[in-house]
Every structure is written in structure tokens, then in C-alpha cells.
């Protein structure tokens, strides 16, 4: 069936470093793809999206990258902060079928040390 | 604060009885989805809604779960009989219609079963 997983359950960086965060999807047909930030007691928040047409998109300090030929996009976030320490869910869609319902992995803990 | 909300916030009841959840989107979004998660767990997808029309149902979603959005506005979630399996955080999310449309999650009811 359709599955998105990511490579690590948990990741702890120093303030300051760089973080990275994989995502493989099985799906070849999902073509929109969506990273979430969820802290504790808080629904997912939107941080970026790209879609299949795409390699890479930037954001305010995040990049996520996407590889259609080995099926695994990232999640970079530049200068880590505290405020950063959350989940982070990345989800696949086929953006014109399936209505746009988003298929989540498990997530990555984030932990950022001061 | 024009997001996505719901009511209530947190809610414990013993097992057998009903609770309904409200789920109020962004006022533009003609879709409006409901997820279910678990702890530890990526949200799972249980129905949607293209404005008063629900569109789809997950097998997750048993005939104890009932979903309407009754003027294509808010929507509410009922579980009947509800069991210690149902409890969990239950997000609601909302989107633009077309191809690619990011969904913004509400920050959940969660349901506690005793």
C-alpha cells in the first residue's frame, strides 16, 4: 500500500547547526508534497511544499529537496534554533486524485541543544 | 485569528457513551478534512468533505463514526458507543479546492476514553 517513512525517529542538533530530515515515499503516482511541524499539544503546521515538477524549493531558512528517482525528499533547516524542536511529518498527495488527503509518515523528533 | 479551530480542546468520557467534536474551517476553504491520530503516530486520514458533500470515508472510519458539514461550513464529528480504542487526538484540516492545495490543521480535540 501507500507509505511515507522517514529515516530517523529522532535527530538532536546543537543551536546553530544545520539540520536535515529524510522522508522516503513508496507512491510514484503522489506528486505534491507537504513537511509539517507539529509541537506538543498542537496540530501540524505548514512549514513547506513542493511539487513533483520540482527539485528543490527555499523557504525562510528551510529547503526541502525532492528526488523522484529514488522517492525521498528532505527537510534542511538553516541555523537551528530552540523554537525548532518539535515533530516534523512530511506527507505525499496525488494533488488530482485521492481529493487532495494527505499520507503521513511517523515523524522525526527534533531535539535542539542549546 | 482566522484559522482553523475546534471544540472542544480535550475531551474525557467514560466508555459507551457519545461525544461529538466541531471542527470550524478557514472561511475560503471549500474542503475540509478530518485525520485521527495516535501517539507517536503520523495523522491517518477519516473522511472529507467538498463543501456539504462528503466525498470519502476511510475503512478506519466504522459505522460508530458519523461526519456532516450540513451548509458547507463547519463540519462535526460524532462517535457513538465510543471504546478505549478511540481514544485519541482528532485534527481537523482544511483546503482550497484544486490540484495541489496545502491543508491548515486546526490544533485538535483530543478524546480520552475511561
Known amino acids: 500500500g501507500e507509505s511515507v517513512g522517514l529515516h530517523l525517529p529522532t535527530l538532536s542538533v546543537q543551536e546553530g547547526d544545520n539540520s536535515i530530515i529524510n522522508c522516503a515515499y513508496s507512491n510514484s503516482a503522489s506528486d505534491y508534497f507537504i513537511w509539517y511541524k507539529q509541537e506538543s499539544g498542537k496540530g501540524p503546521q505548514f512549514i513547506i511544499d513542493?511539487?513533483?515538477?520540482?527539485d528543490k524549493r527555499q523557504g525562510q531558512r528551510v529547503t526541502v529537496l525532492l528526488n523522484k528517482t529514488v522517492k525521498h525528499l528532505s527537510l534542511q533547516i538553516a541555523a537551528t534554533q530552540p523554537g525548532d524542536s518539535a515533530v516534523y511529518f512530511c506527507a505525499e498527495i496525488m494533488a488530482y486524485t485521492n481529493a487532495g488527503k494527505s499520507t503521513f509518515g511517523d515523524g522525526t523528533t527534533l531535539t535542539v541543544k542549546p | 485569528d482566522t484559522g482553523v479551530s475546534q471544540d472542544p480542546r480535550h475531551k474525557i468520557t467514560k466508555r459507551g457513551q457519545n461525544v461529538t467534536f466541531r471542527c470550524d474551517p478557514i472561511s475560503e476553504h471549500n474542503r475540509l478534512y478530518w485525520y485521527r491520530q495516535t501517539l507517536g503516530q503520523g495523522p491517518e486520514f477519516l473522511t472529507y468533505?467538498?463543501?456539504?458533500?462528503?466525498?470519502?470515508k476511510s475503512r478506519l472510519l466504522s459505522d460508530r463514526f458519523s461526519a456532516e458539514r450540513p451548509k458547507g461550513s463547519f463540519s462535526t464529528l460524532e462517535i457513538q458507543r465510543t471504546e478505549q480504542g478511540d481514544s485519541a487526538m482528532y485534527l481537523c484540516?482544511?483546503?482550497?479546492?484544486?490540484?495541489?492545495?496545502?491543508?491548515?490543521f486546526g490544533d485538535g480535540t483530543r478524546l480520552s476514553i475511561l
Open positions: 484540516a482544511s483546503s482550497s479546492t484544486g490540484g495541489g492545495q496545502p491543508q491548515h
Open positions: 468533505f467538498q463543501n456539504e458533500a462528503q466525498l470519502e
Open positions: 513542493i511539487r513533483s515538477n520540482m
